[in-house]
């Protein structure tokens, strides 16, 4: 047996040095013996003799030490902790229970894409694995993870609202946990980047609309309402913001790059084209090359075009 940082372990209290605390072992007197400090004992007072259940950790010094505090995670084993800390060399520290922190390291997430990377009160599902010197360190959960935990979404879930956690990004969208709530832990599932309204961190919680129960038992999820409710509120805030513009007008249109319309709209090309498409067979806007003009307003603009810098 081996006092291994990261996990739980019922060990023999062997005896109790002041002002230090108290030393274990697996039996009364052979084998290693680990410090269990009265800091770490939770208001507890072990008995002389007996055996208790304890978790192993690495203290400041790099010693293995014993907590009677429980853990919200293991090593081996997934759970979902919030981001308590970030350091821009080393990466996100997670609470775990302990009054210590478990880190994950800054290489888990892409370098490049720095808007998708977790922020403080964030939740990431995390595995607890070593590092080359047997130190807990934290993994991003993968989908194997999950496998022995989730459940096949119901059909039922179809067009409901549902929240749920960001727990990976991909190249066109990220990957989800949806809360499962009475029914266990959670279904699995994909929320495509047109379905956006924005970009979503790694770690964030949402509310979406499930669109599609697959065979797998996995879900499509969207963050934005139903194409026609969409329509609607899109529209209503394309127009108050041309209302908001000098001269009643705004330098996109249906010409308009598909980034330009994200960057200032957070909506898709294909999204803006509907909500405009609205306003125009309303007859509340007029397009002018690569303007859009509300229709009570004549005349060309003088205001220059928005700069997105």
Do not use: C
Not at 29 to 45: I, Q, R, S
Not at 93 to 110: A, V
């Amino acid at each position: 047996m081996n006092l291994t940082a990261g996990t739980l372990q019922r060990l023999w209290v062997r005896r109790e040095l002041s002002p230090y605390g108290w030393f274990l072992g697996f039996g009364p007197e052979d084998g290693p013996e680990v410090h269990l400090p009265y800091g770490e004992a939770a208001g507890n007072k072990p008995e002389i003799d007996t055996d208790i259940e304890v978790f192993l950790f690495h203290d400041d010094k790099e010693r293995i030490t014993a907590t009677l505090r429980k853990p919200l995670i293991v090593l081996g084993e997934m759970a979902r902790l919030t981001v308590a800390d970030f350091h821009p060399h080393f990466g996100f520290f997670l609470e775990m229970g302990i009054g210590r922190q478990l880190l994950l390291p800054l290489k888990s997430f892409p370098i490049e894409r720095r808007n998708v990377w977790p922020q403080k009160g964030d939740e990431l599902f995390v595995v607890m694995k070593h590092d080359k010197e047997g130190r807990m360190l934290a993994r991003l959960a993968k989908i194997d993870d999950f496998a022995p935990h989730v459940f096949r979404a119901p059909t039922t879930w179809l067009n409901e609202w549902r929240e749920g956690w960001v727990t990976d990004v991909y190249r066109d969208g990220v990957f989800t946990l949806v809360e499962g709530g009475v029914l266990g832990f959670g279904a699995l599932g994909y929320i495509n980047d047109s379905t956006m309204n924005h970009p979503l961190r790694i770690g964030q919680k949402f509310n979406a609309r499930v669109t599609q129960v697959r065979e797998d038992g996995r879900v499509s999820l969207s963050i934005r309402a139903t194409k026609e409710v969409g329509r609607v509120e899109d529209a209503d805030r394309i127009l108050a913001f041309i209302k908001e513009r000098p001269g009643g007008a705004m330098p996109y249109s249906d010409q308009t790059s598909a980034e330009d319309i994200q960057r200032r709209f957070q909506l898709s090309k294909s999204a803006f084209k509907r909500a405009l498409g609205k306003l125009m067979k309303e007859g509340l806007v007029t397009q002018k090359g690569n303007w859009t003009h509300l229709n009570e307003v004549d005349g060309e603009p003088e205001s220059k075009p928005e700069s997105d810098n």
